[in-house]
């Protein structure tokens, strides 16, 4: 085994792991908590892939800052026992079960039989060039040029509709 | 790489530019200029700079050099058939600004309006950009910003509960919808290696790699497709947006939104299952996918669905969000004949829908704007109080019903004939059976009108302008339905 | 032979950078207390050995003996997680900041810096919004309302200022055209520093590095007057050590970075004219270093000293109304300079 492949099942490992205890976790925090960690082991298989820049954004973007504001709600919150929901709900969990299975076994479909074989030629260097921020940079500056501002109007739009919508009184 | 590329060919992107300045323009004037000022300027600005934008897209209408050099082409088209359907969100949003400066549930929210116009500036950004998207990225990216805005703008009435369950039920609605799209975009990158739309043909095209996999995908984007354009089975939020809404923004979602995606559902159709077409205008598409099918089941189901439920509806607002589900219905029956002939009629459907659904509800607001109300009961007597109004609406409905001489009629002929050219003859009896159910719940709301006594005695006027507004729908209604040759030939130059 | 060599360096080089942080650590408390003490006109610690100077150990030693008390409310895998998150964040943070040039030795060229990776600001950046964490699950976890406040105001009040700090980095990056610190510090040679070249960003950087640690005037999260000790109210013993040692950890990653990025890092201005060897100049070099972040630190300590607390409708208003227009306003400036200077 080299140092790769060690280091995949580690970060892989972690990963599941932490994916699986979110959803068993009777404590929303702790769940949060494991969802952190979640994005941690993705971020380190990302580093392995050689997409550095996607492991760093990762951290920052998902584990920093959507997570904290998740963490603020369910703190401010402090919404009522799931236990009492879920029994008030049977159909919901059966739901959820049936939606994640479907959605495992069509991943797992896609994977494994839907995709036909083919040969993957890693090129190595090439995809250690593609994963630095100067590649990414460069094709979102020249090749995605339109998108890449297009969503700066995406956010300013957002930003205005949430302004809309979360403020009571316009003066 | 250069960006030299991109400032060469940004001149396609005209009308595009000038509406991301139009809506910096808005929000920069609501954030400066005093509060009234701006509540005079903001519309001014935002409709102006809407026509400027049409008069500018028109300047380089049939313009499609430039763009085959390099860089823009790889994720956006511009050809003259996008800039048709790029006229015709232009043309509907500038009667959408027109329609909120005479809208009472508008002016009720003087105090956002910057908010207001700029977000509807904002849709129509993404609206424009998803006409020419060529490329997933591209595509999600503005179907997002579209939906986005429209979840705030739906829920712009703030006060009514009604409104804000709309904007939450859309923004469910669409979240997942779009969510689902996402997760079919991210599996077929995975499958093909690119997010182009055209380079995905190349992938579908081989029929070793042919799988469910692919239909999975397939499918994935239609629910984004079909949520946007609201056919059955993605229709649910449909009914309860457009009642809550404020009914300018059920006009924008039931015309402009509808016509970008319909371009999305043509461009993805065309660009990745598409073969050839062959000398008399029929597609050759890829025959494993089936399309024909698949059209001809969600056109039945759209139409059947749409127009029933229309039937038992009490708000004028809910019949006219289903039968717009029906009119949907219509034109992907067109879209199932797969041929040059059934692709132009839905051009000169939309065209025509254009003219009487705005019509009809530029109407609709009127009359809620008199009696607050857009139950069927408070339409008791509207033909005797304004009778300018009740023959408009009267027009509207009968050409919505596509009964002649109105611009309906010739829509409808078109697709019938597109139907009857590739020989679908159940598809058609289908269809025609659809139009006979709906002259019923047409002509209830005429019948309201005309026949039916009001319980009071209240007399209603409307100014100049507003009248003149429902002249200037009504008329071309009624004059397309009998000499409609310039717009046709139009058309068909749009396609060459 | 040569991945085991530099293994071992690595290795060398993070136990030297662990040690040395905590031991400028423990003496940084007691010049803040030495600080304080000259401000309000007092003495300050004298007992302890020579001048006070063996009194940073005795705190340890009482900490450590302390009794570990944690509330019957609390939640305590997370109370105990908290602190080591914290410490965790602020000592990783150190790995990527240069204070040095490179030096070769025994044949290989070695970076005075633990790891020098191409994207290390953003690591800091990440690990400085991983911090968050601690301060708000500390504040959960104990179940005390006073915590629970305190961890929220902080994981306010380190999001409204992250977003200027990054953009006030950003005009740095500009200039620099690259995220590894290293390079950052080699594009400021000669008197090119930052922050003469862009001071706006400079002072919002600065601001909200104030903010980030939590020094005062940002000290809202443990305002003692409202919030008795804010999110460490139920810590106590080596836990609260660990809170303790991770704020004035953070102290000196600030300073640090703020040297790395602003002030030129390691460089001495026109250095290479007086033509010395290189082991020479490496020494005066590192240096200068520590000299510029012992001033920052100085200064850290003389605010905190100097300056009253914000109120918290205040201290948004400055985030987001003053302070991220401001950075904007930097990354405009700094673009329009560096294009101008290329």
Known sequence: M??????????GGLAVVAAIATITRKNPVISALFLILNFGGLAGLYLLLNAQFIAVVQIIVYAGAIMVLFLFVIMLLRPDDEKSFFAENKQIKWTGIAIGTFLFAQLAYVIFVGVPKQSIVRDAQRSVEIGTI????????????????AIAFVLLAATIGALVLAKKKFD | MSLQYFFDNIAMLRSELVIAVVFTA?????LLASKKTALKLVPVISLVGIIAAAIYLLTGFYQTAGLDSVGLKDYLTVEPLTNYFKLLILFGSTFIVVFSMYSDEIQAISERHGEYYSLLLATLFGMLLMVSANDYIVLYISIELVSLTSYVLAGSMKTDPKSSEASLKYLLYGASASGIMLFGISILYGLVGSTSISDSYTYFSDITKFSITNFVVMFFILVGIGYKISSVPFHFWTPDVYEGSPTVITAMLSVTSKAAGFMVLIRFI????RVDVTSNGFWTMLEQYRWEQIFTVLAIASMSIGNFAALRQKSVKRMLAYSSIAHIGYMLSAMAVLSDSGLLSILYYFFFYYLMNLGAFVAVVYVVNKTGSDSIESFNGIGYKMPLLGVALTIFLVSLTGLPPTAGFIGKFYIVMAMLEAKMIPLTI?????SVVALYYYIRVVRHMFLMRSDDSKKYTLTVPENGILLLFSVPVVIFGIYFTPIVEFIKSTLK | MEMWFAFVVALLKVIIIAHVVLITVSYLVYFERKISAWAQNRIGP???????????????????????????NANKKIHTLAPILALFVAMGTFAVIPIGPSITLFGIVNPFV??????????VLALTSIGVYAITFAGWSSGSKYSLIGGVRSSAQMISYE??????????????????PQMIVESQSGLMWNALLQPIGFITFVVAAFAETNRLPFDLPEAEPELVGGFHTEYSSMKFAGFFLAEYANMIIASSLIVTLYLGGWQVPFLEKLGLSEGVNAAIQVGSFFVKMGVLLFFFIWVRWSLPRFRYDQLMDLGWKVMFPLSLLNVVWAAVLAMWIK
């Open chain 3, 114 to 123: 633990v790891a020098d990776v191409n994207i290390g600001i953003l690591y």
């Open chain 3, 163 to 180: 977003i200027s700090m990054g953009f006030s980095i950003a005009g740095v990056l500009l200039f620099a055209g690259s995220l590894s």
């Open chain 2, 26 to 30: 808005v929000v920069f004037v609501d």
């Open chain 2, 430 to 434: 289908v269809f025609l059976l659809n």
């Open chain 1, 134 to 149: 100067e590649s990414i940079g460069r094709a979102l500056f020249t090749q995605f040029l339109v998108p890449f501002e």
């Open chain 2, 270 to 273: 065309v660009e990745v299952f």
């Open chain 3, 46 to 72: 004298n007992r302890v050995g020579p001048a006070g100077l063996l009194q940073p150990f005795a705190d340890v030693l009482k900490l450590l003996l302390k009794e570990d008390i944690v509330p019957t």
């Open chain 1, 2 to 11: 080299t140092l790769e492949t060690v280091l995949f099942w580690i970060f």
